[in-house]
């Protein structure tokens, strides 16, 4: 059973970091591209970081560049998301979701089930 559990979501001050996890279970982690999105209610589901499956290729959204980190470690089957400098308008439910390769029939795709982060003065 495929699982994908994230943690580490709180309500913090403007200007404060947070790291979120995500453990995942039964797939093959070190064949997953890890990514995180995120959604505001009322608004559609955003991407915001994504870390390949061998790690060297990294990319994020223009609104958390230069302030989110995104990482992952193979032998623990987990992925991070560091926040720093964070603002009210980061303020969503995070998602972590792992793709597997193009090449994997239908390309399957899993969700976690998501975490709160709440920026507030």
């Known amino acids: 059973q495929v699982r994908l559990v994230e943690s580490g979501g709180a309500l913090v001050q403007p200007g404060a970091s947070l790291r979120l996890t995500c453990e995942c279970s039964g797939f093959t982690f070190k064949r997953a591209a890890m990514r995180w999105y995120r959604q505001v209610p009322g608004k559609e589901r955003e991407w915001v970081a994504v870390?390949?499956?061998?790690?060297?290729?990294?990319n994020y959204s223009d609104a958390v560049k230069d302030r989110f980190i995104i990482s992952r470690d193979d032998s623990k089957s987990m992925a991070y998301l560091q926040m720093n400098s964070l603002k009210v308008e980061d303020t969503a439910v995070y998602y972590c979701?792992?793709?597997?390769?193009?090449?994997?029939?239908?390309?399957?795709?899993?969700w976690g089930q998501g975490v709160q982060v709440t920026v507030s003065s």
């Open positions: 870390i390949n499956n061998d790690g060297n290729i990294i």
């Open positions: 979701n792992a793709l597997m390769p193009l090449y994997d029939p239908g390309r399957p795709q899993y």
